[in-house]
């Protein structure tokens, strides 16, 4: 099989395995939904910013992110799941490039990711807590491919080191955690400790999130190309690292 069948035919397991099981989307909308009406109600009352900026809409670009956080880096799941049942072994030995069963696995993960975010997305729009245009919808699906596929490979980095599926997922709500909360996902960026912002502006994710707003015509803190080359610079980083993982793993 070349390169190209052994990309498709892994994606294609991805997407029909989130296909058939359809509570896997009802369970990650549930954390995101229970964030944004909670915290939106709760805080809605006294929050004001730029532009009289109420803080439903203020954290949705937010809730967009953390579903893409969240759904993308337990993508490596998968892989430690494949390698439990056997699955993993029988890829790895066939005579098939393992870039490329990273890659099918990867664009997989990235799919169904966007499928769970896309569906918030929608419900943001139709209660106006978004609005863009053609642009600033282009826009924003770039910046949500480019935080879903690199938190999906540095999953899959994670992934390939490990064995055990629990400890992987208890690895991942350790890193998780800190990498949302830190992103101004939930807050605005300024006035901040000095410590507090050294640290936001070292996550990652801090950038997509600023470009989602951007996108959805909310306040921004960085310009959208700075935002652009941050996360393109930070998923070259973690496909270099986790195709060097993946190559090293043994099933």
């Known amino acids: 099989m070349n390169f190209i069948g052994t990309v498709y035919t892994l994606w294609l397991r991805e997407t029909t395995r989130f296909k058939r099981n359809k509570s896997r989307l009802i369970g990650s909308m549930a954390l995101p939904l229970l964030f944004l009406v909670v915290l939106g109600a709760g805080f809605g009352g006294f929050f004001r910013y730029r532009g009289n900026v109420s803080y439903m809409e203020f954290i949705g ?8 956080l969240f759904s993308s880096m337990f993508g490596g799941l998968s892989v430690l799941w494949d390698k439990q049942f056997g699955f993993l072994k029988e890829i790895l030995v066939a005579p098939v490039s393992r870039v490329g069963i990273m890659a099918g696995i990867t664009l997989g993960n990235v799919t169904t990711s966007m499928l769970k975010a896309l569906v918030f997305l929608v ?116 496909t270099v690292v986790g195709v060097a993982l993946f190559k090293r793993m043994t099933a």
Do not use: C, K
Request: aromatic fraction near 12%.
């Open 61 to 68: 670009p937010g809730i967009v992110g953390m579903s893409l």
């Open 123 to 238: 419900a943001l729009l139709l209660t106006g807590l978004v609005r863009v245009d053609f642009t600033g919808i282009l826009l924003a699906m770039l910046f949500m491919v480019l935080i879903s596929a690199s938190f999906v490979a540095l999953g899959i980095a994670f992934a390939s080191r490990m064995s055990d599926p629990h400890g992987f997922q208890l690895i991942m709500n350790f890193l998780i955690m800190p990498v949302f909360f830190l992103s101004g996902a939930l807050f605005p960026l300024e006035g901040l400790p000095g410590w507090l912002t050294v640290l936001t502006y070292l996550d990652p994710l801090t950038y997509g999130i600023d470009g989602l707003r951007f996108a959805f015509g909310g306040p921004h803190q960085f310009s959208p190309l700075m935002n652009l080359v941050v996360l393109v610079s930070f998923l070259g980083t973690t």
